[in-house]
């Protein structure tokens, strides 16, 4: 099994910014890829951003390109895959999770692609 656990959520005025983090921990060495995904009141859950399991590829939707990143540390044996996000909006409000993969030679952008999920962390951004 495979644990995480989401931290760094808030209330942030539109401009601002937040980094949110995911402890990954338990059986890791089955993971292949991380993805963040976010999921606003009456929407569906929808893929943000993701990063292969060695930090070499990145993924992000259209929305947030250019204001989001994703990216992992490895610190004395600690896992933590972070999203930075700048210059937020409005419309990023959401419950954000961290979800790790087992799929190899790709990082899903789908929940289906994602066998382990932490609790989730509110966003909000205030204009």
């Known amino acids: 099994q495979v644990q995480l656990a989401e931290s760094g959520g808030g209330l942030v005025q539109a401009g601002g910014s937040l980094r949110l983090s995911c402890a990954a921990s338990?059986?890791?060495?089955?993971?292949?890829?991380m993805g963040w995904f976010r999921q606003a009141p009456g929407k569906e859950r929808e893929f943000v951003a993701g990063?292969?399991?060695?930090?070499?590829?990145?993924?992000?939707v259209d929305p947030v390109q250019g204001r989001f990143t994703i990216s992992i540390s490895r610190d004395n044996a600690k896992n933590t895959v972070y999203l930075q996000m700048n210059s937020l909006k409005p419309e990023d409000t959401a419950v954000y999770y961290c979800?790790?993969?087992?799929?190899?030679?790709?990082?899903?952008?789908?929940?289906?692609?994602?066998?382990?999920w932490g609790q989730g962390t509110q966003v909000t951004v205030s204009s």
């Open positions: 990063i292969s399991w060695d930090g070499d590829r990145t993924y992000y």
């Open positions: 979800a790790a993969s087992r799929e190899s030679y790709r990082v899903p952008g789908t929940p289906a692609g994602y066998g382990y």
């Open positions: 338990g059986r890791t060495f089955s993971i292949r890829g």
